[in-house]
């Protein structure tokens, strides 16, 4: 189905903007990750198909089809 909403914690938020999927850092106490590099706080990095994102010692990843 399509992505109709942004999906937000207080640790990341992730948005869709023009068709393209971001995934922001909400000022997580531990950093978010993707793909092992660390997001620099309140800045958006755009997602692609198969990244991984890791929160404290949690690991997803992104599928889009």
Known sequence: GDWSSDV???DLCITRDNGEYYVEDMNSTNGTY???ERL????RRELNNLDEITLAAVS???EMS
């Not at 620099?40 to 800045?43: G, H, Q």
């Open 8 to 10: 937000c914690s207080s």
């Open 34 to 36: 993707v793909n092992g």
């Open 40 to 43: 620099i706080m309140n800045s």
């Open 60 to 62: 997803y990843v992104v």
